[in-house]
């Protein structure tokens, strides 16, 4: 019974740090993909002016 307790609970946290990991893996591409959106933005606008 303990045994089964245990296993559960050793589940139950490494489910839940793996959803941790992945929600903030998913934030820092959500943020690093506008990030080099941004700076595409900034590129075309830098490029516009020099030509």
Partial sequence: M???QGGALT???LFWLYGAGML???NNAL???NSL???TRMGE???VKLF
């Fill in 2 to 4: 303990v045994v089964n």
């Fill in 37 to 39: 959106y941004d700076y």
């Fill in 24 to 26: 903030f893996v998913f």
């Fill in 11 to 13: 589940s139950a946290c």
């Fill in 31 to 33: 943020f690093i993909y």
């Fill in 45 to 47: 606008e830098y490029a």
